[in-house]
């Protein structure tokens, strides 16, 4: 069995793509998700010299993360099936087999908690059609909150109303009953998110914190997921002395992972 160990780009956010994917290999990381914005508005030639890099350096480019919004104006929404188009562009291009998805994003998304029938019906019809555009990539949404995905149950309502063999969940940690949700919804789980708890000294870095990742990740070795997941460091301020120290982590409490050669 093996668990694709990657780390999200986004912590390194204003840094270039092309410099941050040799620095993972070095690490000794699996593969790369790639934060949206690093590669929005890259030419098709930019692309496959991004795709050679990756090969050369060998690191999987596994998952794409731009931003979706679909259930907060019909302007947003319009904006995101063109950005979902192009992302769909961007993975043929960059052999990438995952996009990650949203239905909303940010403190104004709409939860489930307050959706209506009217918000569903859109989330859902948008989703069918995006996922239409390319059967075979995932659209991994992801469990977060303000989102039609915020709970267990709504995740695995959205999923059942999309209906579509290519839309799948994206697993975060922490914030949710990480054994119980991951039992349910495993299954249909592709990517995952990884974080600890943050305060006002650890805004989430994995090796500290309340959240029991080692026994997490002993449950998903035993279950054999063989999918991917992400450290994900979406806040600010993130050093590669972090990044490495994350991979140890991983390289840690994930002993069957194979190590990037």
């Not at 992302?87 to 959706?115: E, M, N, Q």
């Not at 990539?137 to 579509?164: C, P």
């Not at 026994?215 to 490495?244: M, N, P």
């Amino acid at each position: 069995m093996t668990i694709t160990r990657c780390f999200c780009s986004i912590a390194f956010r204003d840094e270039a793509i092309e410099s941050i994917i040799p620095k993972l290999a070095k690490i000794g990381y699996d593969g790369v998700e790639i934060f949206g914005g690093h590669i929005e508005g890259k030419s098709d030639d930019e692309l496959r010299a991004l795709r050679r890099l990756a090969e050369d350096n060998h690191i999987k480019i596994e998952c794409l993360s731009p931003y979706f919004w679909l259930t907060n104006s019909e302007e947003l929404r319009q904006e995101t099936l063109e950005r979902a188009e192009r992302f769909v562009h961007y993975c043929t291009i960059l052999g990438c087999p995952k996009i990650r998805t949203f239905t909303d994003a940010g403190p104004t998304g709409i939860g489930s908690d307050i959706a209506t029938d009217d918000h569903w019906h859109i989330a859902v019809a948008s989703l069918q059609e995006i996922c239409n555009y390319n059967e075979n990539i995932l659209f991994v949404v992801e469990l977060h909150q303000k989102t039609l995905a915020d709970t267990r149950i709504s995740a695995e309502e959205l999923l059942k109303r999309v209906d579509r063999s290519n839309l799948k969940i994206l697993f975060h940690t922490p914030g949710w009953d990480l054994i119980d949700d991951y039992n349910a919804l495993g299954p249909n789980i592709r990517h995952m998110h990884i974080q600890n708890t943050g305060d006002d000294d650890n805004p989430g870095y994995v090796e500290i914190g309340n959240c029991d990742l080692p026994g997490f990740f002993q449950h998903i070795t035993d279950d054999h997921y063989e999918h991917s997941l992400s450290v994900e460091y979406c806040f600010k301020g993130v050093t590669w002395d972090r990044a490495q120290s994350a991979f140890d982590y991983l390289n840690q409490h994930l002993p069957q992972a194979t190590a990037n050669t």
